[in-house]
């Protein structure tokens, strides 16, 4: 049996990744947050639950000492606080937004790749469409989430010699509970499916996407009809 280490599995795009895995037989570590986060997974056959904060380096450490081969790794933690411009950017935003991007995903890609090192593996994390098409008001948010594609694209060049693939998607605005608290005008209907980028994560993780690294992979919602 496969297994799958997912971060932020609690999250409102993890529940679909968690199902989407679960639905193919693979077996799951989900990492959370906190103990109420980990009672979200009592009792769920195939899943095993830890605490994890990763931005902390020994816990992510933890979290890879386990007594099974990890055959995939998916990077959901992440978060955005925008909505002012550079001139009205406080430090401590900008810095929230490295620590939580930035910094979570060194540990993880870091970590993965030495368990990684000899039987080889898929490393998954998440972008942002604001990464890659500058958007005002999001310096802070997209200047991290640039970072996070390129230590992806580093580590899948790096990762070559032991067969690892490290792939980013980058989406647009995701169709979740949360988002869907504040649309308005119908714009939620060309936002990205999680269920579709779920898909696309288990497909790089699987045998079917082995041929896939060092993409970048936009999912930017609904093309117009």
């Known amino acids: 049996m496969n297994t799958v280490l997912i971060t932020g599995a609690a999250g409102n795009l993890g529940h679909y990744v968690v199902s989407t895995f679960l639905r193919?037989?693979?077996?799951?570590?989900?990492?959370?947050?906190?103990?109420?986060?980990?009672?979200l997974f009592d009792g769920v056959q195939g899943i095993t639950a830890?605490?994890?904060?990763?931005?902390?380096?020994?816990?992510?450490?933890?979290?890879?000492?386990?007594?099974?081969?990890?055959?995939?790794?998916?990077?959901l933690v992440g978060g955005i606080k925008a909505g002012f411009p550079i001139m009205k950017t406080d430090y401590s935003v900008f810095e929230e937004m490295f620590n939580l991007n930035v910094k979570s995903t060194f540990y993880i890609i870091r970590e993965s790749m030495i368990h990684m090192q000899?039987?080889?593996?898929?490393?998954?994390?998440?972008?942002?469409k604001a990464a890659q098409h500058p958007e005002k008001n999001k310096a802070a948010y997209a200047s991290a989430k640039s970072s996070v594609i390129q230590l992806t694209m580093a580590a899948s060049e790096e990762g070559k010699e032991h067969n690892i693939r490290c792939n980013c998607i980058v989406p647009g605005i995701i169709k979740t509970a949360a988002n869907m608290e504040w649309a308005s005008n119908g714009e939620e209907n060309t936002w990205t499916l999680p269920e579709d980028i779920a898909e696309t994560i288990y497909y790089l993780s699987s045998d079917a996407g082995k041929g896939v690294s060092g993409a970048i992979i936009p999912m930017y919602g609904k093309l117009p009809s």
Do not use: L, P, Y
């Open 118 to 128: 000899n039987k080889g593996g898929s490393i998954i994390t998440i972008g942002a």
């Open 24 to 39: 193919n037989s693979w077996a799951i570590i989900a990492c959370c947050r906190n103990e109420e986060e980990k009672k």
């Open 50 to 75: 830890i605490q994890c904060d990763c931005t902390n380096e020994t816990e992510v450490q933890n979290a890879f000492a386990v007594n099974t081969v990890i055959n995939a790794v998916v990077h």
